[in-house]
């Protein structure tokens, strides 16, 4: 990665930066909280899906869907709430004032391939840069935000033509999930035809239609086997696997685990963290008196 390199070449028309105000590490278990929202309503947020999907609901109703590994954009004045019915949820979300540059806002890309480590290790930095109030790491942060801004535009192709229609089939997918979705039923909804559909879309993501309905479909699996009791036969049935024996091997493949470990692994995990009982300090039991000092006490 070349920051300084890739700040140059995207300014070439006009000039670009960014004021980082506030950056929010939101982990497992931890609720969207309006507080959080900035003061200055001209002021925009990105969030990035590490783990878990989201869904953002903006004030004129629409909801909008995204995927793990996905990146939206919004203005603060156009945000209500963010609802998120993954138990293992994990975004970052930055508050930041742009100049020189268009931004596409309140839709979700799903990005081709990110880092985790790498993107927590970038965040950290930016919290503690932003933490320590001086001027010269505020600027340096913001710097490095500006650069890592850029790289996601340009990792979604934002000047490119498709992209409206990436983002409609990404949402097609995700509402429409539970219906036995195809990509013959995503090109007839588009008015393409079905290989022009698969070109776009792997072009777009890095994989194709068919690979993203499986990782949509085996996400909402993994969240009802963690919520619900709901049985094997069911969830396949719901997610439109032709047996449950297509739906435990496609789901071991993705996780490691066949879904009923996955959902006894998982309660597990969960039961321990909600139920971590207080340690009590162990208080000495004073010796036993003989009978001889007993009755001394008594005289």
């Known amino acids: 990665m070349e920051p300084i390199q890739t700040l140059a070449n995207s300014t070439l028309k006009s000039i670009v930066f960014c004021n980082l105000i506030n950056v929010y590490n939101t982990r497992v278990n931890e609720p969207y909280e309006k507080k959080l929202l900035p003061d200055n309503r001209d002021m925009y947020g990105l ?3 590490l783990e878990g999907s989201t869904t953002f609901v903006l004030k004129n109703g629409k909801k909008v869907y995204a995927a793990k590994n996905s990146i939206f954009f919004v203005k603060v004045s156009e945000l209500s709430a963010i609802i998120s019915k993954s138990p293992m949820k994990h975004y970052v ?11 596409p806002l309140n ?24 933490q320590t109030h001086v001027d010269k790491k505020i600027q340096y942060a913001n710097v490095r935000f500006t650069c890592r801004l850029l790289e996601w ?5 934002y000047n490119n033509q498709s ?16 219906t036995g979705i195809t990509v013959k039923k995503i090109a007839q909804k588009f008015g393409y035809c079905v290989k022009h559909t698969r070109t776009l879309f792997q072009n777009a993501l ?8 499986d990782t949509v479909r085996l996400e909402r699996a993994s969240t009802l086997l963690i919520t619900t009791n709901m049985p094997l036969q069911e969830i396949a049935d719901k997610f439109s696997f032709s047996t449950v024996s297509h739906f435990i091997n496609a789901f071991k493949k993705k996780y490691g685990e ?9 309660n597990n995990k969960m039961h321990q ?4 009982p207080i340690k009590r300090k162990k208080v000495a039991t004073p010796p036993q008196k003989t009978t001889k000092e007993r009755r001394k006490l008594s005289k």
Do not use: C
Request: aromatic share 14%.
């Open 47 to 49: 969030f990035l899906t």
């Open 93 to 103: 979300n930055y508050w930041f004032m742009a100049h020189g540059i268009s931004l």
């Open 107 to 130: 839709k979700a890309y799903p990005l081709k391939k990110i880092n985790f480590e790498k993107e927590i290790e970038f965040v950290t930095l930016l919290i503690e840069h932003l």
């Open 153 to 157: 535009l340009d990792e979604i192709n």
């Open 163 to 178: 992209d409206d229609f990436i983002s409609e089939v990404v949402m097609f997918i995700n509402e429409n999930v539970e």
């Open 206 to 213: 890095g994989l194709s239609p068919k690979q993203y309905i």
């Open 258 to 266: 066949s879904p009923t470990n996955f959902r006894q692994l998982t």
């Open 273 to 276: 963290v909600s139920s971590s």
